[in-house]
């Protein structure tokens, strides 16, 4: 069989991820515009509460000692005052010169400090309802969304997709992958907008203060932008390196709880724990090393950062020292305003770092999204809600990458109610083939039809609703039993539920569980026995009463009682209905109005039983190895004369 298709003709470059990042955030722009808002509220209150501190350490000093601290109060506004306005702080809260001349000191500074308190006590709620908003926007809106699309489009892409891609990988994508999505929102957007108007409102501040303490302060600041860009394409390698180790930690340990009966079997516990932990130390070791570097960096901007600090103290400290700066208003609001500068310019390399994480999750987040859907209904598909069931194969052909085909040539008609056995070696296309039948992948070349009609004009819905299926291992959910039986059909009622039990001879052992229809059934139904799955299997395939019954080799892995009560159920599935069925077992292979045998994708033999021993080729040899006893094998020689 030939390796399946790529999911994508071409990785996307990070300019239209970004494009398609802002399209998806442009869907919850009222809560971005309220997180955005709540922030820039914030911030003002911020600048506020610290001008209003640096005046009333300016207030403080005039009183303390008044000749050597005259009272110099520059106008904290973007454009620079003309003239020396009366001691009030930003957004003109509060002018001391027009407080009343009875008001002591201690009152001024009691007044200064209780609106202080206030902003602090503002601010604390605003910062709760900031954390409350982002994360309902975040984490309850989009990322639930984000899942929930591709989780939809999980259910629409057809086997080619899941064949390509690992269970491991695309767990990772619905969940990992998706909160990438949430970091370019809340680590990127939300921060670079914040940043920018943060820049704008501190440099305003800060060169209305002194614009020459403004330059000789932010002298380093390009240095800092340079060293975050540099570090961030650094790193970058090492964060998609991170992402794929733990992809493959995922799915190692997806397959080992998928094969622990494999795993307990053979002994090799001891073998699979070495291999889990040396894959977890891997990623152990690789996102160590990765915060090693981020360690390492952090102080690296600090002592840059430092460096702008000790010129605002050295020249800053002579500016006020000449009576050229206040102190309170100058000085202190200066030093915090240079703080929360260089903060924004240290979140540089954070936002950088949070983009390069951000586009390799969103990557494959829409690796899925755009992921062709091969197999769905034609804009002008007919509807079909009840077929007859009649099947015919022209001249079809399959392959996976459209190079070797796995099936060649394929004709075969089958009429309505006629029962198909399907014999042929691992490899030779047998599932392939009843694969077709409800396109879970379509054909290649020629044409499939049911009822006359290709099945690509049928509408995809109700073709699939005319088909009954019924595998090899039959998977059922951690439902109930009823619930497993009617999941093709969730509106059947109780009595329609029991019927179809009865039929797949399931309603005496469903009984006789502890509570009966309502008994909920461990993962993948590993509380009951082989046999027991495949008749509930059965059971959910004939409530739908469908047209065609698909049956993939129902009694490979089950003994020769259980197969004598599963043929009892599948006598009673089969009556009336076009019958597919994968069998190797002559008890199988016999029920059927006539069996084909399959190699290298042909159909090289086509008949009933009784016709096929007489003819030299793979199915009297398949059958002449079947040496189950002595009647059985008078029964397997072909007739005198016979070649």
């Known amino acids: 069989m030939s390796a399946p298709i790529p999911t994508s003709a071409a990785p996307l470059s990070n300019g239209v991820l970004i494009r398609r990042l802002l399209g998806l955030t442009w869907r919850y722009r009222l809560g971005c515009i309220k997180v955005l808002s709540i922030q820039l509220v914030l911030l003002t209150m911020g600048l506020a509460g610290l001008s209003l501190t640096g005046l009333g350490i300016d207030y403080i000093r005039h009183q303390v000692a008044p000749p050597a601290a005259p009272l110099v109060q520059p106008v904290p506004s973007p454009v620079p005052a003309q003239a020396s306005p009366p001691v009030k702080a930003p957004g003109h809260m509060i002018d001391i010169s027009m407080l009343p001349s009875t008001w002591t000191p201690t009152e001024v500074i009691a007044l200064l400090a209780g609106i202080i308190l206030l902003l602090a006590l503002c601010r604390a709620l605003l910062n709760y309802a900031y954390l409350i908003s982002i994360n309902i926007l975040l984490q309850q809106q989009l990322v639930v969304d984000l899942r929930a699309v591709i989780y939809d489009k999980l259910q629409q892409l057809s086997f080619r997709f899941f064949d390509a891609n690992s269970t491991g990988s695309i767990i990772t994508r619905v969940t990992g992958d998706a909160q990438s999505v949430r970091m370019f929102l809340d680590q990127v957007l939300f921060q670079s907008v914040i940043m920018a108007v943060s820049f704008t409102v501190y440099l305003v501040y800060m060169l209305s203060l002194s614009p020459r303490l403004t330059v000789a302060c932010l002298a380093t600041t390009p240095l800092l932008v340079a060293m975050s860009l540099w570090f961030s394409k650094k790193i970058q390698p090492a964060y998609a390196q991170s992402r794929t180790l733990a992809e493959k930690l995922v799915q190692y340990l997806a397959e080992s709880i998928q094969g622990i009966a494999v795993t307990k079997g053979f ?357 002449s190895l079947q040496l189950v006893d002595g009647g059985e094998l008078e029964q397997l020689r072909p007739k005198e004369g016979a070649p």
């Open 267 to 623: 002994g090799r516990e001891a073998e699979n724990r070495a291999q889990f932990d040396a894959a977890n130390r891997t990623v152990y070791t690789q996102q160590l090393g990765i915060f090693w570097r981020v360690s390492l960096f952090s102080p690296a901007v600090g002592i840059v950062t430092r460096i702008n600090m000790i010129v605002l103290l050295s020249y800053g400290g002579w500016l006020v020292i000449r009576g050229q700066l206040p102190f309170g208003t100058g000085l202190f609001v200066f030093a915090g305003l240079l703080e929360q500068f260089s903060g924004q310019v240290n979140n540089i390399a954070g936002v950088v770092n949070s983009v390069q994480q951000s586009l390799i999750g969103a990557r494959r987040v829409f690796e899925v999204m755009d992921a062709p859907v091969e197999v769905k209904s034609a804009p002008d598909a007919m509807p079909c809600p009840k077929l007859k069931g009649a099947v015919r194969f022209e001249r079809v052909e399959f392959s996976y990458s459209g190079i070797d085909p796995v099936l060649r040539g394929i004709n075969l008609d089958v009429a309505p109610g006629q029962c198909v056995a399907i014999l042929g070696a691992t490899g030779s296309g047998k599932s392939v083939l009843m694969s077709l039948i409800p396109r879970f992948y379509d054909v290649t070349a020629g044409r499939l039809l049911v009822d006359g009609i290709d099945v690509r004009h049928l509408h995809l819905d109700d073709l699939r609703r005319n088909i009954g299926l019924v595998f090899q291992e039959s998977f059922l959910f951690s439902n109930t039993v009823a619930a497993n039986i009617a999941f093709g059909h969730p509106d059947a009622t109780p009595a329609q539920i029991e019927k179809a039990a009865r039929i797949a001879a399931a309603h005496d052992f469903i009984l006789q569980l502890p509570k009966g229809y309502d008994t909920v059934l461990g993962e993948s139904g590993n509380t009951l026995s082989g046999g027991q799955r495949q008749r509930l299997a059965i059971a959910r395939a004939v409530l739908l009463e469908p047209a065609i019954l698909l049956l993939d080799d129902p009694t490979a892995a089950i003994d020769s009682e259980t197969e004598h009560e599963i043929f009892e159920a599948l006598d009673r599935a089969i009556a009336g209905r076009t019958t597919f069925i994968v069998a190797h077992r002559l008890s199988t292979l016999r029920r059927a109005d006539f069996i084909i045998v399959m190699e290298n994708g042909r159909i090289v033999q086509q008949g009933v039983h009784e016709e096929l021993m007489r003819l030299p080729g793979p199915y009297r040899h398949v059958a």
